[in-house]
């Protein structure tokens, strides 16, 4: 929720930072977190497929736009929003996601940053020395379930950047705690 009074949709998981601004309400079943202590959503679906793709990336649309975009911000905004993530259990092979070369993910999803399905594929939007901007990065499951391992470890490490920009008096540069173990497990 942005200090406008906008609420975001139902999220699973919320991970925020308690140093900005406590939950206004955290009760287990019901929580009101205030979005500038928002650090990333993740939906978790069962069984992913198209729809749940285009309705997970909707419902990020909308959380950056209105909720993040639309807050009134007490000094200025900060450079990035919140990670946006989805998880799929179980699915489809969904236009192509499980192959490396794909133009689809690019051309249709931006708000989203992670994107795994567990035995299937692994995509992760980062930020591009070479180009200056973020690009899709594959990464290929097999049987010792390295695309869950490279999207956790990738969120872990982006989650404290993403935090720290928040405070003003942060400059810290992205550092990888667990990228090193993860970065190239394509």
């Known amino acids: 929720m942005n200090n406008q009074g906008h609420k975001s ?3 699973d998981l919320i991970i925020y930072d308690n140093r900005l601004l406590p939950p206004f309400l955290f009760s287990g079943e019901c929580n ?10 993740i939906e978790v ?3 992913l497929n198209l729809q749940a793709l285009m309705n997970t990336e909707k419902n990020a649309m909308y959380l950056i736009k209105n909720v993040w975009g639309k807050n009134k911000w007490l000094i200025s905004q900060p450079p990035f929003p919140l990670i946006a993530c989805l998880f799929g259990f179980d699915g489809q092979n969904i236009r192509g996601l499980s192959s490396k070369k794909n133009k689809w993910i690019s051309e249709n999803i931006s708000a989203l940053r992670f994107i795994c399905s567990a035995g299937r594929f692994s995509w992760v939007r980062i ?5 200056k901007k973020p690009e899709w990065v594959y990464g290929q499951a097999d049987g010792e379930f390295r695309e869950i391992r490279r999207f956790l470890g990738t969120l872990v490490d982006n989650l404290r950047t993403f935090s ?4 003003l008096w942060s400059f810290e540069i992205h550092n990888d705690w667990l990228g090193q173990y993860v970065r190239y497990l394509r």
């Open 9 to 11: 949709k139902q999220n």
């Open 32 to 41: 009101i977190f205030p979005i500038e202590s928002v650090v990333a959503t």
């Open 127 to 131: 930020y591009s020395k070479e180009t």
């Open 45 to 47: 679906k069962s069984f």
């Open 164 to 167: 720290n920009n928040r405070w």
